[in-house]
């Protein structure tokens, strides 16, 4: 699968320089909060039914992209990112509640294209952006933390091995700084079982830019 998104990485980047006047570096870092389409539910544990709901917990992103063109951009990149949620079970039996955290590192190869509402030809120190694109992730790793009960074990083999979420939003650029909020709306079901929950998010950026 690596292999494969480093060959899809690698013609857009060729795509990308065969039409590009110019082009900028990006690095960027910022917050997520996770939200699964479907957060409540039951599941069985020890041998009992729990009622169960998700929360979305404050995550992180840091990553790289390229950016090809003038007013219209294609912006191919490079991103590591944490996701976590916290989910409450409770005893249909006794009424007790417990529960636990589940934080998953992802790396992922986000591809956007956008526009730029201020001709940069004109204005080349502040401009607005509005973008959309997909972003494929690969979950690297899972750390469940068990705070109270008893719980089976959670691994990568629990989750879909390519999610996919749209991505759109707006961006400010102030000289060599900028700034990215947007939304990610899951097209794909996060877990490899019969559970169908998908992943939305909201995120912000805030980076660096070198132009060309």
Same mark, same amino acid.
């Given at each position: 699968?690596?292999?494969?998104?480093?060959?899809?990485?690698?013609?857009?980047?060729?795509?990308?320089?065969?039409?590009?006047?110019? @082009?900028? *570096? #990006?690095?960027?870092? %910022?917050?997520?909060?996770?939200?699964?389409? /479907?957060? !409540?539910? +039951?599941?069985?544990?020890?041998?009992?039914?729990?009622?169960?709901?998700?929360?979305?917990?404050?995550?992180?992103?840091?990553?790289?992209?390229?950016?090809?063109?003038?007013?219209?951009?294609?912006?191919?990149?490079?991103?590591?990112?944490?996701?976590?949620?916290?989910?409450?079970?409770?005893?249909?039996?006794?009424?007790?509640?417990?529960?636990?955290?589940?934080?998953?590192?992802?790396?992922?190869?986000?591809?956007?294209?956008?526009?730029?509402?201020?001709?940069?030809?004109?204005?080349?120190? @502040?401009? *607005? #952006?509005?973008?959309? %694109?997909?972003?494929?992730?690969?979950?690297? /790793?899972? !750390?469940? +933390?068990?705070?109270?009960?008893?719980?089976?074990?959670?691994?990568?083999?629990?989750?879909?091995?390519?999610?996919?979420?749209?991505?759109?939003?707006?961006?400010?650029?102030?000289?060599?700084?900028?700034?990215?909020?947007?939304?990610?709306?899951?097209?794909?079901?996060?877990?490899?079982?019969?559970?169908?929950?998908?992943?939305?998010?909201?995120?912000?950026?805030?980076?660096?830019?070198?132009?060309?």
């Amino acid at each position: 699968m690596k292999r494969i998104n480093l060959l899809v990485l690698s013609l857009l980047l060729g795509l990308g320089t065969s039409f590009a006047q110019s @082009f900028d *570096i #990006r690095a960027y870092a %910022g917050m997520n909060i996770l939200q699964l389409s /479907s957060d !409540n539910g +039951t599941t069985l544990l020890d041998g009992v039914l729990h009622h169960k709901t998700v929360e979305g917990r404050p995550g992180y992103q840091f990553g790289a992209a390229l950016t090809f063109g003038e007013r219209f951009y294609v912006q191919p990149g490079l991103q590591f990112t944490t996701l976590s949620t916290k989910v409450t079970n409770q005893n249909t039996v006794t009424g007790t509640e417990f529960t636990d955290e589940t934080s998953l590192k992802i790396f992922s190869i986000p591809l956007k294209a956008g526009f730029r509402l201020i001709n940069p030809e004109a204005e080349n120190i @502040f401009n *607005i #952006r509005i973008f959309g %694109g997909f972003d494929g992730y690969h979950i690297l /790793s899972v !750390n469940h +933390t068990e705070n109270s009960g008893s719980l089976d074990d959670i691994t990568t083999d629990d989750y879909s091995n390519l999610i996919v979420n749209a991505d759109f939003g707006i961006g400010v650029d102030i000289l060599f700084f900028y700034i990215d909020m947007g939304y990610q709306l899951g097209l794909t079901p996060v877990h490899s079982g019969s559970d169908k929950a998908k992943a939305n998010s909201f995120y912000s950026n805030i980076g660096l830019r070198l132009s060309f």
